[in-house]
């Protein structure tokens, strides 16, 4: 295991995970869990990891993960909960600004992000896949439904069908948008699992629900 600062913290993010308003072991996604197991073999990239949320369970499926994040708090977290679950040799710690990072060109075969918005980013990201790579994206809505978990306004929040908008030049194996409640939050979020390949005849793997 290695830490490596790539550009500076960010503050208000590191106050979040040291107060505790921030969820300290937060589960990875089902919709993730359930496609694990069918991304292909390699190396990992997970953006925006903070507390290890999907770079922990990526790592335990065998991946080598490089898991950026703005937040030294969180990264710090990230790690004990890695050393909890004995998978600290396989990750690699990059505190670093998610707006100017570089990403390299054709070099991960998963990429995840969870809850953060990467619109001006993400044709660097999906140019960061290697071909037959796989992206898992989760992140808040803008709704009308009566919601506490997210940001407080639209601003950092996808549009309806945006994330979906946005992973059309993929191969798009789930996509969905819900309003679940979990552990007494609600939230309005949407899901993207996609893959970069192209072609009329394409390969899905069968997922149960």
């Not at 990429?111 to 044709?123: A, E, H």
Request: hydrophobic content about 35%.
């Amino acid at each position: 295991m290695s830490w490596r600062v790539v550009t500076g913290a960010m503050t208000t993010w590191d106050e979040r995970y040291r107060t505790g308003t921030y969820p300290q072991r937060p589960d990875p996604h089902p919709v993730l869990e359930r496609y694990l197991p069918t991304f292909p073999p390699g190396r990992a990239l997970d953006i925006a990891t903070g507390t290890g949320r999907n770079a922990l369970p990526v790592a335990a499926a065998g991946y080598r993960v490089d898991a950026v994040d703005q937040s030294r708090a969180g990264l710090q977290i990230a790690r004990e909960n890695a050393r909890a679950a004995g998978v600290e040799g396989d990750i690699e710690w990059l505190q670093a600004d998610l707006e100017s990072f570089a990403y390299p060109a054709s070099t991960y075969d998963v990429i995840t992000i969870s809850f953060y918005r990467p619109v001006d980013r993400l044709p660097d990201i999906i140019e960061a896949l290697a071909d037959g790579g796989c992206l898992f994206i989760q992140h808040h809505l803008r709704t009308t439904d009566d919601v506490d978990g997210g940001p407080s306004g639209d601003r950092y929040r996808f549009a309806s069908n945006e994330l979906l908008r946005a992973g059309l030049g993929l191969t798009v194996l789930h996509y969905d948008e819900r309003t679940t409640t979990t552990d007494g939050t609600t939230a309005a979020t949407a899901q993207l699992v996609a893959r970069k390949t192209q072609g009329g005849r394409q390969s899905y793997p069968d997922i149960s629900e």
